[in-house]
């Protein structure tokens, strides 16, 4: 299961610390070379359900950096 995934319950009440977002990133990683393999084996079909996973991924990712109050040039600097 993905650590991106929240109960309905819970959602709005997680804490986004950097442990999670560096369990999320290297958790991406580990999809993308899944993925990778799959489609060097010709089983493209197989590999949907990772990238489903990884997309959630991405998402999640983005959502919090969008609602990150660091600006992106604070950030670069």
Request: with cysteine; proline share 3%; net charge negative.
């Amino acid at each position: 299961m993905s650590v991106a995934f929240v109960p309905y319950w819970m959602r709005g009440k997680a804490v986004v610390d950097q442990e999670t977002i560096q369990r999320l990133l290297e958790e991406n990683d580990q999809l993308i070379r899944c993925i990778v393999e799959y489609q060097n084996r010709g089983c493209a079909n197989e590999c949907v359900q990772y990238q489903q996973v990884l997309h959630r991924n991405l998402i999640y990712l983005a959502t919090i950096a969008d609602a990150s109050p660091t600006s992106t040039s604070e950030a670069m600097e």
